[in-house]
Protein backbone atom coordinates (compact mmCIF):
# COMPACT_ATOMS: atom_id res chain seq x y z
CA UNK A 1 0.00 0.00 0.00
CA UNK A 2 1.65 3.14 -1.13
CA UNK A 3 1.24 6.21 0.91
CA UNK A 4 1.69 9.26 -1.20
CA UNK A 5 2.56 12.59 0.57
CA UNK A 6 -0.52 13.93 -0.13
CA UNK A 7 -2.14 11.27 1.79
CA UNK A 8 0.55 11.61 4.62
CA UNK A 9 -0.68 15.59 4.64
CA UNK A 10 -4.21 14.95 5.23
CA UNK A 11 -3.32 12.47 7.60
CA UNK A 12 -1.39 14.82 9.62
CA UNK A 13 -3.74 17.40 9.45
CA UNK A 14 -6.41 15.06 10.84
CA UNK A 15 -3.71 14.70 13.63
CA UNK A 16 -3.14 17.62 13.84
CA UNK A 17 0.85 17.06 13.49
CA UNK A 18 2.50 20.29 11.45
CA UNK A 19 5.33 18.72 8.68
CA UNK A 20 7.63 19.83 6.60
CA UNK A 21 7.55 18.86 3.05
CA UNK A 22 10.80 16.91 3.42
CA UNK A 23 8.79 15.16 6.46
CA UNK A 24 5.75 14.66 4.48
CA UNK A 25 7.87 12.66 2.00
CA UNK A 26 10.34 10.55 4.67
CA UNK A 27 6.36 9.50 6.62
CA UNK A 28 5.29 8.21 2.94
CA UNK A 29 7.68 6.36 2.32
CA UNK A 30 8.10 4.86 6.16
CA UNK A 31 3.92 4.62 6.72
CA UNK A 32 3.84 3.10 3.03
CA UNK A 33 6.45 0.12 4.65
CA UNK A 34 4.65 -0.40 7.41
CA UNK A 35 1.14 -0.50 5.96
CA UNK A 36 2.59 -3.10 3.60
CA UNK A 37 3.61 -5.21 5.58
CA UNK A 38 -0.03 -5.13 8.30
CA UNK A 39 -1.66 -5.80 5.14
CA UNK A 40 -0.70 -10.06 5.47
CA UNK A 41 -3.93 -10.19 7.91
CA UNK A 42 -6.04 -9.93 4.71
CA UNK A 43 -4.76 -13.50 4.33
CA UNK A 44 -6.20 -14.58 7.64
CA UNK A 45 -10.17 -16.03 7.38
CA UNK A 46 -11.88 -13.53 10.12
CA UNK A 47 -15.67 -14.68 8.50
CA UNK A 48 -17.05 -15.35 11.67
CA UNK A 49 -14.54 -13.68 14.26
CA UNK A 50 -15.88 -11.16 16.38
CA UNK A 51 -13.33 -8.55 17.29
CA UNK A 52 -11.62 -8.10 20.40
CA UNK A 53 -11.42 -4.41 21.87
CA UNK A 54 -11.30 -5.28 25.32
CA UNK A 55 -10.29 -8.31 26.60
CA UNK A 56 -11.50 -8.29 30.45
CA UNK A 57 -15.18 -8.54 28.54
CA UNK A 58 -16.44 -6.01 31.18
CA UNK A 59 -18.61 -3.24 30.16
CA UNK A 60 -20.00 -0.68 31.50
CA UNK A 61 -18.70 -0.76 34.60
CA UNK A 62 -20.48 2.18 36.88
CA UNK A 63 -19.63 3.92 40.31
CA UNK A 64 -21.90 5.49 42.71
CA UNK A 65 -22.85 9.03 41.57
CA UNK A 66 -21.26 10.95 44.35
CA UNK A 67 -18.44 13.75 44.48
CA UNK A 68 -15.35 12.63 45.44
CA UNK A 69 -12.16 15.17 45.94
CA UNK A 70 -10.36 15.79 42.91
CA UNK A 71 -7.90 18.14 41.68
CA UNK A 72 -8.00 21.77 43.05
CA UNK A 73 -8.29 24.89 40.20
CA UNK A 74 -4.65 25.86 41.23
CA UNK A 75 -3.61 22.14 40.88
CA UNK A 76 -5.07 21.64 37.74
CA UNK A 77 -3.52 25.16 36.44
CA UNK A 78 -0.15 24.38 37.42
CA UNK A 79 1.14 23.47 34.08
CA UNK A 80 -0.44 25.42 32.15
CA UNK A 81 1.66 27.08 29.50
CA UNK A 82 -0.92 30.44 29.81
CA UNK A 83 -3.31 31.02 32.56
CA UNK A 84 -5.76 34.00 33.25
CA UNK A 85 -8.24 34.82 35.75
CA UNK A 86 -7.99 30.78 36.98
CA UNK A 87 -8.20 29.55 33.60
CA UNK A 88 -6.98 28.06 30.84
CA UNK A 89 -5.65 30.68 27.91
CA UNK A 90 -6.76 29.18 24.16
CA UNK A 91 -7.07 30.06 20.93
CA UNK A 92 -10.32 31.98 19.94
CA UNK A 93 -12.70 29.41 18.22
CA UNK A 94 -15.51 31.77 16.87
CA UNK A 95 -12.75 34.57 16.30
CA UNK A 96 -12.75 36.18 12.42
CA UNK B 1 41.19 2.13 54.94
CA UNK B 2 37.85 4.09 56.00
CA UNK B 3 37.41 5.17 52.12
CA UNK B 4 37.17 1.42 50.96
CA UNK B 5 34.92 -0.04 54.01
CA UNK B 6 32.37 2.65 53.00
CA UNK B 7 32.83 1.28 49.36
CA UNK B 8 32.34 -1.95 50.47
CA UNK B 9 29.47 -0.94 52.34
CA UNK B 10 27.75 0.72 49.76
CA UNK B 11 28.33 -2.12 47.29
CA UNK B 12 26.90 -4.22 49.62
CA UNK B 13 23.94 -2.70 50.51
CA UNK B 14 23.13 -2.00 46.91
CA UNK B 15 23.32 -5.59 46.08
CA UNK B 16 20.62 -6.50 48.15
CA UNK B 17 17.38 -8.06 46.83
CA UNK B 18 14.05 -6.09 48.21
CA UNK B 19 13.52 -9.00 50.08
CA UNK B 20 16.91 -9.06 51.97
CA UNK B 21 16.76 -5.18 52.39
CA UNK B 22 13.04 -5.51 54.46
CA UNK B 23 14.98 -8.38 56.43
CA UNK B 24 18.17 -6.46 57.18
CA UNK B 25 15.97 -3.20 58.17
CA UNK B 26 13.83 -5.25 60.25
CA UNK B 27 17.38 -7.08 61.37
CA UNK B 28 18.45 -3.35 62.12
CA UNK B 29 21.49 -4.11 60.60
CA UNK B 30 21.66 -0.80 58.28
CA UNK B 31 19.14 2.01 58.17
CA UNK B 32 17.00 3.69 55.65
CA UNK B 33 19.50 6.76 55.70
CA UNK B 34 22.50 4.22 55.04
CA UNK B 35 20.49 2.24 52.34
CA UNK B 36 19.44 5.88 50.37
CA UNK B 37 22.74 7.40 50.96
CA UNK B 38 24.33 4.13 49.57
CA UNK B 39 22.26 4.19 46.52
CA UNK B 40 22.47 7.69 45.62
CA UNK B 41 26.46 7.51 45.80
CA UNK B 42 26.23 4.65 43.29
CA UNK B 43 23.80 6.78 40.88
CA UNK B 44 26.63 9.84 41.28
CA UNK B 45 29.05 7.11 39.76
CA UNK B 46 27.26 5.11 37.71
CA UNK B 47 24.64 6.90 35.91
CA UNK B 48 26.45 9.40 33.53
CA UNK B 49 27.50 6.55 32.51
CA UNK B 50 24.55 4.69 31.60
CA UNK B 51 21.44 7.29 31.69
CA UNK B 52 19.18 5.54 33.55
CA UNK B 53 18.03 8.18 35.43
CA UNK B 54 16.30 11.54 34.47
CA UNK B 55 15.51 12.79 37.53
CA UNK B 56 16.64 12.04 40.94
CA UNK B 57 14.66 13.19 43.66
CA UNK B 58 15.85 16.27 45.72
CA UNK B 59 13.69 16.24 48.36
CA UNK B 60 14.72 12.23 49.61
CA UNK B 61 18.43 13.36 48.91
CA UNK B 62 18.01 15.77 51.61
CA UNK B 63 15.72 13.19 54.07
CA UNK B 64 16.67 9.93 53.05
CA UNK B 65 14.14 7.31 53.79
CA UNK B 66 11.72 4.35 53.23
CA UNK B 67 12.77 1.89 50.64
CA UNK B 68 13.96 3.68 47.08
CA UNK B 69 12.46 2.21 44.30
CA UNK B 70 13.12 3.38 40.23
CA UNK B 71 10.02 4.66 38.62
CA UNK B 72 9.49 5.10 35.07
CA UNK B 73 9.15 8.52 33.79
CA UNK B 74 5.81 7.12 32.02
CA UNK B 75 4.47 6.89 35.50
CA UNK B 76 3.29 9.83 37.29
CA UNK B 77 4.88 11.13 40.49
CA UNK B 78 3.30 13.91 42.61
CA UNK B 79 5.55 16.70 42.33
CA UNK B 80 7.97 15.01 40.75
CA UNK B 81 9.19 16.33 37.44
CA UNK B 82 7.84 13.54 34.91
CA UNK B 83 8.66 13.68 31.46
CA UNK B 84 7.46 10.52 29.65
CA UNK B 85 11.02 10.71 28.16
CA UNK B 86 9.39 13.61 25.82
CA UNK B 87 10.64 17.10 25.23
CA UNK B 88 6.71 17.99 25.33
CA UNK B 89 7.02 16.90 28.53
CA UNK B 90 10.38 18.42 29.51
CA UNK B 91 9.01 20.69 32.33
CA UNK B 92 6.08 18.75 33.59
CA UNK B 93 5.25 18.58 37.13
CA UNK B 94 2.32 16.03 37.97
CA UNK B 95 -0.32 17.41 40.58
CA UNK B 96 -1.12 13.97 41.59
CA UNK B 97 0.22 10.14 42.25
CA UNK B 98 -0.11 7.32 40.03
CA UNK B 99 -2.47 4.78 42.15
CA UNK B 100 0.89 2.43 41.95
CA UNK B 101 2.28 5.63 43.76
CA UNK B 102 0.58 5.58 46.51
CA UNK B 103 0.27 1.95 46.80
CA UNK B 104 4.14 1.24 46.82
CA UNK B 105 4.23 4.61 49.85
CA UNK B 106 1.58 2.90 51.61
CA UNK B 107 4.33 0.17 52.04
CA UNK B 108 7.09 2.26 53.07
CA UNK B 109 9.08 2.67 49.47
CA UNK B 110 9.85 6.00 48.46
CA UNK B 111 10.75 7.39 45.02
CA UNK B 112 14.29 7.22 44.23
CA UNK B 113 13.93 8.70 40.79
CA UNK B 114 12.36 8.47 37.60
CA UNK B 115 13.66 6.38 34.88
CA UNK B 116 14.67 7.25 31.11
CA UNK B 117 12.70 5.50 28.51
CA UNK B 118 11.44 5.50 24.78
CA UNK B 119 9.25 8.54 24.42
CA UNK B 120 5.62 7.79 25.25
CA UNK B 121 6.80 4.18 25.81
CA UNK B 122 6.79 3.77 21.64
CA UNK B 123 9.59 2.15 21.52
CA UNK B 124 11.52 -1.41 22.10
CA UNK B 125 15.55 -0.10 22.80
CA UNK B 126 15.55 3.03 24.59
CA UNK B 127 16.94 5.01 21.79
CA UNK B 128 13.45 6.98 21.07
CA UNK B 129 14.42 9.23 24.21
CA UNK B 130 14.18 12.79 23.84
CA UNK B 131 16.89 12.54 26.39
CA UNK B 132 19.98 10.34 24.55
CA UNK B 133 19.16 6.44 24.98
CA UNK B 134 20.10 4.55 28.08
CA UNK B 135 23.15 1.85 27.75
CA UNK B 136 22.95 -1.68 28.53
CA UNK B 137 24.96 -1.91 31.70
CA UNK B 138 26.62 -5.37 29.91
CA UNK B 139 28.18 -3.57 27.32
CA UNK B 140 28.15 0.50 26.78
CA UNK B 141 27.57 -0.10 23.36
CA UNK B 142 24.51 -2.58 23.25
CA UNK B 143 20.73 -0.96 23.60
CA UNK B 144 19.58 -2.00 27.23
CA UNK B 145 16.06 -2.96 25.47
CA UNK B 146 12.38 -0.64 25.84
CA UNK B 147 10.62 1.08 26.53
CA UNK B 148 11.35 0.54 29.88
CA UNK B 149 14.87 1.04 29.33
CA UNK B 150 16.06 3.07 32.40
CA UNK B 151 14.38 0.82 34.81
CA UNK B 152 15.61 -2.31 33.44
CA UNK B 153 19.40 -0.91 33.45
CA UNK B 154 18.57 0.80 37.14
CA UNK B 155 18.15 -2.76 38.41
CA UNK B 156 20.85 -4.42 36.43
CA UNK B 157 23.23 -2.01 37.47
CA UNK B 158 22.66 -1.89 41.13
CA UNK B 159 20.67 1.52 41.27
CA UNK B 160 17.82 0.80 42.72
CA UNK B 161 16.11 -1.93 44.89
CA UNK B 162 13.30 -2.45 42.25
CA UNK B 163 11.87 -0.65 39.64
CA UNK B 164 8.91 -0.16 38.19
CA UNK B 165 7.93 0.04 34.27
CA UNK B 166 4.74 -0.66 32.41
CA UNK B 167 4.55 -3.17 29.06
CA UNK B 168 2.05 -2.44 26.24
CA UNK B 169 3.83 -4.73 23.90
CA UNK B 170 7.05 -6.16 26.20
CA UNK B 171 8.23 -2.85 27.22
CA UNK B 172 9.35 -4.75 30.72
CA UNK B 173 10.15 -7.79 29.45
CA UNK B 174 12.40 -6.96 26.11
CA UNK B 175 14.45 -4.79 28.83
CA UNK B 176 14.51 -7.46 31.46
CA UNK B 177 15.65 -9.54 29.20
CA UNK B 178 18.71 -7.62 27.80
CA UNK B 179 19.90 -6.65 30.98
CA UNK B 180 19.78 -10.17 32.82
CA UNK B 181 17.21 -9.91 35.44
CA UNK B 182 13.13 -9.89 36.02
CA UNK B 183 10.26 -8.53 34.23
CA UNK B 184 6.92 -8.92 35.14
CA UNK B 185 3.86 -7.76 32.99
CA UNK B 186 0.33 -8.28 34.96
CA UNK B 187 -2.16 -9.74 33.25
CA UNK B 188 -4.17 -7.12 31.83
CA UNK B 189 -6.82 -5.45 34.52
CA UNK B 190 -4.65 -6.62 37.72
CA UNK B 191 -2.82 -3.22 38.01
CA UNK B 192 -4.32 -0.17 37.91
CA UNK B 193 -2.98 1.98 35.21
CA UNK B 194 -4.59 5.27 36.83
CA UNK B 195 -1.57 7.13 36.60
CA UNK B 196 0.52 5.62 33.79
CA UNK B 197 0.53 8.02 30.87
CA UNK B 198 -1.59 5.79 28.65
CA UNK B 199 -0.22 4.17 25.11
CA UNK B 200 -2.65 1.73 24.34
CA UNK B 201 -5.32 1.60 26.53
CA UNK B 202 -6.05 -2.05 26.29
CA UNK B 203 -2.92 -3.19 25.99
CA UNK B 204 -0.90 -1.16 29.03
CA UNK B 205 0.10 -2.58 32.32
CA UNK B 206 2.53 -1.42 35.36
CA UNK B 207 4.28 -3.98 36.68
CA UNK B 208 7.84 -4.92 38.32
CA UNK B 209 11.10 -4.90 37.47
CA UNK B 210 13.28 -6.53 39.98
CA UNK B 211 16.49 -8.76 40.92
CA UNK B 212 14.68 -11.23 41.91
CA UNK B 213 10.92 -13.66 40.97
CA UNK B 214 10.27 -13.24 44.96
CA UNK B 215 10.63 -9.18 44.23
CA UNK B 216 8.38 -9.55 41.65
CA UNK B 217 5.97 -11.55 43.78
CA UNK B 218 5.86 -8.99 46.54
CA UNK B 219 6.05 -5.72 44.04
CA UNK B 220 2.94 -7.35 42.52
CA UNK B 221 1.18 -7.92 45.82
CA UNK B 222 1.88 -4.08 46.49
CA UNK B 223 0.98 -2.50 43.25
CA UNK B 224 -2.42 -4.93 42.05
CA UNK B 225 -5.87 -4.05 43.05
CA UNK B 226 -8.53 -1.75 41.90
CA UNK B 227 -9.13 1.86 42.86
CA UNK B 228 -12.06 2.74 41.59
CA UNK B 229 -10.13 5.05 38.95
CA UNK B 230 -9.37 2.02 36.20
CA UNK B 231 -12.83 0.64 34.59
CA UNK B 232 -10.87 -2.56 33.71
CA UNK B 233 -9.14 -3.00 36.52
CA UNK B 234 -10.40 -5.98 38.20
CA UNK B 235 -12.27 -6.51 41.76
CA UNK B 236 -9.50 -9.48 42.19
CA UNK B 237 -6.42 -9.00 44.26
CA UNK B 238 -3.18 -10.88 44.11
CA UNK B 239 -1.84 -12.58 47.17
CA UNK B 240 -0.04 -15.66 47.01
CA UNK B 241 -0.82 -18.10 49.16
CA UNK B 242 2.30 -19.74 50.67
CA UNK B 243 0.47 -23.51 50.72
CA UNK B 244 0.45 -23.45 47.48
CA UNK B 245 3.84 -22.73 46.37
CA UNK B 246 5.70 -25.70 45.16
CA UNK B 247 9.63 -27.01 45.25
CA UNK B 248 9.84 -28.49 42.32
CA UNK B 249 7.52 -28.89 38.71
CA UNK B 250 6.25 -32.58 39.21
CA UNK B 251 2.63 -32.53 37.88
CA UNK B 252 3.18 -29.48 35.80
CA UNK B 253 2.73 -29.17 31.91
CA UNK B 254 4.91 -26.97 30.28
CA UNK B 255 4.01 -25.93 26.75
CA UNK B 256 6.75 -25.07 23.53
CA UNK B 257 5.09 -23.19 20.89
CA UNK B 258 6.66 -24.11 17.87
CA UNK B 259 6.51 -21.05 16.12
CA UNK B 260 8.79 -19.22 18.90
CA UNK B 261 11.43 -21.48 17.57
CA UNK B 262 11.11 -20.97 14.01
CA UNK B 263 13.20 -18.69 12.30
CA UNK B 264 14.38 -15.38 13.06
CA UNK B 265 15.25 -16.47 16.42
CA UNK B 266 19.26 -16.53 16.93
CA UNK B 267 21.07 -19.63 17.48
CA UNK B 268 22.65 -18.82 20.47
CA UNK B 269 19.54 -17.43 22.06
CA UNK B 270 18.26 -20.82 21.24
CA UNK B 271 20.54 -22.56 23.07
CA UNK B 272 20.62 -21.01 26.15
CA UNK B 273 16.47 -21.13 26.21
CA UNK B 274 16.84 -25.09 25.09
CA UNK B 275 18.84 -25.47 28.18
CA UNK B 276 16.85 -23.73 30.42
CA UNK B 277 13.94 -26.07 29.66
CA UNK B 278 15.75 -28.94 30.29
CA UNK B 279 16.42 -27.54 33.26
CA UNK B 280 12.71 -27.38 34.05
CA UNK B 281 12.04 -30.76 32.95
CA UNK B 282 14.62 -31.64 35.63
CA UNK B 283 13.11 -30.10 37.90
CA UNK B 284 10.00 -32.25 36.76
CA UNK B 285 8.05 -30.53 34.55
CA UNK B 286 6.56 -32.31 31.69
CA UNK B 287 7.45 -30.69 27.95
CA UNK B 288 4.54 -30.81 25.70
CA UNK B 289 5.31 -29.22 21.82
CA UNK B 290 2.20 -27.00 21.38
CA UNK B 291 1.03 -24.76 18.28
CA UNK B 292 -0.06 -21.28 18.45
CA UNK B 293 -0.88 -21.06 14.78
CA UNK B 294 -1.52 -17.40 14.28
CA UNK B 295 1.67 -16.38 15.65
CA UNK B 296 2.76 -14.55 12.37
CA UNK B 297 0.22 -12.20 12.30
CA UNK B 298 0.98 -11.14 15.01
CA UNK B 299 3.09 -7.92 14.69
CA UNK B 300 0.77 -7.02 11.97
CA UNK B 301 -2.23 -7.13 14.06
CA UNK B 302 -0.49 -5.18 17.42
CA UNK B 303 0.76 -2.26 14.88
CA UNK B 304 -2.75 -1.58 13.83
CA UNK B 305 -4.24 -1.71 17.28
CA UNK B 306 -2.21 -0.03 19.11
CA UNK B 307 -0.99 2.82 16.87
CA UNK B 308 -5.04 3.20 16.28
CA UNK B 309 -5.55 3.73 20.38
CA UNK B 310 -2.41 5.77 20.32
CA UNK B 311 -3.99 8.02 17.90
CA UNK B 312 -7.11 8.66 19.91
CA UNK B 313 -5.25 9.03 23.22
CA UNK B 314 -2.70 11.49 22.11
CA UNK B 315 -5.48 13.87 21.20
CA UNK B 316 -4.89 14.92 24.56
CA UNK B 317 -1.88 16.77 24.38
CA UNK B 318 -3.15 19.94 22.51
CA UNK B 319 -0.19 22.06 24.84
CA UNK B 320 -3.38 24.33 26.30
CA UNK B 321 -3.51 22.81 29.75
CA UNK B 322 0.13 21.46 30.11
CA UNK B 323 3.40 20.49 28.13
CA UNK B 324 4.36 21.53 24.71
CA UNK B 325 2.96 22.10 21.32
CA UNK B 326 2.80 18.99 18.87
CA UNK B 327 5.26 19.49 16.26
CA UNK B 328 7.66 18.35 19.09
CA UNK B 329 6.78 15.04 19.56
CA UNK B 330 9.64 12.32 18.35
CA UNK B 331 9.56 10.51 15.11
CA UNK B 332 8.46 7.53 16.70
CA UNK B 333 5.29 8.97 17.99
CA UNK B 334 4.51 11.15 14.69
CA UNK B 335 4.22 7.66 13.53
CA UNK B 336 2.23 5.87 15.39
CA UNK B 337 0.16 8.98 15.70
CA UNK B 338 -0.58 8.91 11.53
CA UNK B 339 -0.61 5.06 11.43
CA UNK B 340 -3.62 4.77 13.59
CA UNK B 341 -5.05 7.69 12.64
CA UNK B 342 -4.91 6.76 9.23
CA UNK B 343 -6.13 2.85 10.13
CA UNK B 344 -8.76 4.74 11.64
CA UNK B 345 -10.08 6.79 9.38
CA UNK B 346 -13.40 6.05 7.36
CA UNK B 347 -12.61 3.95 4.22
CA UNK B 348 -9.74 2.29 6.17
CA UNK B 349 -11.60 1.10 9.50
CA UNK B 350 -12.94 -2.37 8.39
CA UNK B 351 -9.70 -3.55 6.23
CA UNK B 352 -7.14 -2.42 9.14
CA UNK B 353 -8.44 -1.63 12.59
CA UNK B 354 -11.87 -3.96 12.40
CA UNK B 355 -9.91 -6.82 11.04
CA UNK B 356 -6.84 -6.69 13.60
CA UNK B 357 -9.45 -6.93 15.92
CA UNK B 358 -10.56 -9.97 14.50
CA UNK B 359 -7.18 -11.63 14.35
CA UNK B 360 -6.68 -10.63 17.98
CA UNK B 361 -9.96 -12.99 18.92
CA UNK B 362 -8.18 -15.55 16.99
CA UNK B 363 -4.94 -14.61 19.08
CA UNK B 364 -6.18 -15.13 22.17
CA UNK B 365 -8.08 -18.23 21.18
CA UNK B 366 -4.75 -20.04 20.62
CA UNK B 367 -3.66 -19.16 23.80
CA UNK B 368 -7.12 -20.41 25.77
CA UNK B 369 -6.66 -23.37 23.74
CA UNK B 370 -3.32 -24.46 24.61
CA UNK B 371 -4.17 -23.40 27.95
CA UNK B 372 -6.69 -26.39 27.89
CA UNK B 373 -3.83 -28.90 27.60
CA UNK B 374 -0.61 -26.97 29.80
CA UNK B 375 0.07 -24.82 32.63
CA UNK B 376 2.08 -22.53 31.19
CA UNK B 377 3.86 -22.01 28.08
CA UNK B 378 7.67 -21.06 28.13
CA UNK B 379 10.42 -19.96 25.31
CA UNK B 380 12.42 -16.42 24.32
CA UNK B 381 11.73 -13.03 25.04
CA UNK B 382 13.71 -11.86 22.52
CA UNK B 383 15.11 -13.35 19.16
CA UNK B 384 18.56 -11.70 19.70
CA UNK B 385 20.76 -11.04 22.59
CA UNK B 386 21.51 -6.91 23.01
CA UNK B 387 22.29 -5.42 19.48
CA UNK B 388 23.93 -2.05 18.84
CA UNK B 389 23.21 0.76 19.47
CA UNK B 390 22.50 2.79 16.28
CA UNK B 391 21.74 -0.78 14.37
CA UNK B 392 18.10 -1.19 14.42
CA UNK B 393 17.27 2.79 14.79
CA UNK B 394 16.91 3.51 11.05
CA UNK B 395 14.00 0.82 9.87
CA UNK B 396 11.32 1.19 12.25
CA UNK B 397 9.88 -2.07 10.75
CA UNK B 398 13.15 -4.21 11.62
CA UNK B 399 12.49 -2.72 15.32
CA UNK B 400 8.45 -3.44 15.37
CA UNK B 401 10.08 -7.34 14.35
CA UNK B 402 12.38 -7.56 17.31
CA UNK B 403 8.48 -8.08 19.45
CA UNK B 404 7.60 -10.68 18.21
CA UNK B 405 7.55 -12.72 21.40
CA UNK B 406 6.14 -10.48 23.59
CA UNK B 407 3.43 -8.46 21.65
CA UNK B 408 0.86 -11.59 22.25
CA UNK B 409 0.77 -11.77 25.96
CA UNK B 410 -0.22 -8.00 25.28
CA UNK B 411 -3.20 -9.11 22.40
CA UNK B 412 -4.57 -11.85 24.57
CA UNK B 413 -4.30 -9.86 27.78
CA UNK B 414 -2.26 -12.70 29.77
CA UNK B 415 0.54 -12.74 31.90
CA UNK B 416 3.85 -13.08 31.21
CA UNK B 417 7.48 -13.09 33.20
CA UNK B 418 11.32 -12.81 31.80
CA UNK B 419 13.78 -14.31 34.23
CA UNK B 420 17.44 -14.76 33.64
CA UNK B 421 18.38 -17.91 31.91
CA UNK B 422 21.81 -17.90 30.94
CA UNK B 423 24.46 -15.69 28.05
CA UNK B 424 25.67 -15.63 24.33
CA UNK B 425 28.76 -13.84 24.27
CA UNK B 426 28.57 -11.80 27.74
CA UNK B 427 25.08 -10.75 27.04
CA UNK B 428 21.98 -11.42 28.99
CA UNK B 429 19.01 -14.04 27.87
CA UNK B 430 15.55 -13.75 29.25
CA UNK B 431 13.43 -16.73 29.15
CA UNK B 432 9.83 -16.59 28.85
CA UNK B 433 7.11 -17.78 31.00
CA UNK B 434 3.25 -17.09 30.11
CA UNK B 435 0.24 -17.79 32.18
CA UNK B 436 -3.05 -17.96 31.91
CA UNK B 437 -5.38 -14.85 32.15
CA UNK B 438 -4.74 -13.90 36.14
CA UNK B 439 -2.68 -16.96 37.06
CA UNK B 440 0.33 -14.68 37.63
CA UNK B 441 0.89 -16.93 40.99
CA UNK B 442 1.82 -20.36 38.68
CA UNK B 443 4.39 -18.48 36.43
CA UNK B 444 5.83 -16.61 39.64
CA UNK B 445 6.06 -19.92 41.12
CA UNK B 446 7.72 -21.96 38.40
CA UNK B 447 10.19 -18.56 37.97
CA UNK B 448 11.52 -19.06 41.51
CA UNK B 449 11.53 -22.71 41.21
CA UNK B 450 13.92 -22.19 38.20
CA UNK B 451 15.49 -19.12 39.77
CA UNK B 452 16.60 -21.01 42.76
CA UNK B 453 17.96 -24.32 41.34
CA UNK B 454 20.16 -22.01 39.28
CA UNK B 455 22.80 -18.98 39.64
CA UNK B 456 22.52 -16.58 36.78
CA UNK B 457 21.65 -14.03 39.38
CA UNK B 458 24.81 -14.01 40.84
CA UNK B 459 26.20 -12.72 37.83
CA UNK B 460 26.59 -8.82 37.55
CA UNK B 461 27.47 -6.37 35.04
CA UNK B 462 31.41 -5.04 35.46
CA UNK B 463 30.86 -1.33 35.23
Not at chain 1, 21 to 31: H, I, T, V
Not at chain 2, 302 to 329: C, M, Q
Request: glycine share 8%.
Amino acid sequence: MKLTSDQVKKVAKLANLPLTPQEEEKYSEQLSKILGYVEQLNQVDTSNVEPTFNVTGLNNVMREDEAIPSLSQQEALLNAPQKKEGMFVTKGVFEE
Amino acid sequence: MQNSKLQSKIQNLTELTLTETLKGLEDKAFSEKELNEAYFEKITILNPKINAFLTISEDLQKNPRGIPAAIKDSILTKNIKTTAGSKILSNFIPPYNATVINKLEEQGVSVLGKTNCDEFTMGSSGENSAFGPTKNPWNLEKVPGGSSSGSAAAVAADLCTFALGTDTGGSIRMPASLCGIVGLKPSYGRVSRYGAIAMASSFDQIGPITKTVGDARLVLEWICGPDGFDSNCASSKFKVQSSKLRNDLKGLKIGLPKEYFGKGLDKGVEKVVREAIKKLEELGAEIVEVSLPHTEYGIAAYYILVPSEISSNYARFDGIRYGGTRVDFGEEVKRRIMLGTYSLSSGYYDDYYAKAAKVRTLIKQDFEKVFEKVDVIVGPVSPTTAWNLGEKAQDPLTMYLSDVYTITANLAGIPGLSLPCGFVDGLPVGLQILGKYMDEETILNVGEVYEQATEWRKEKPKL
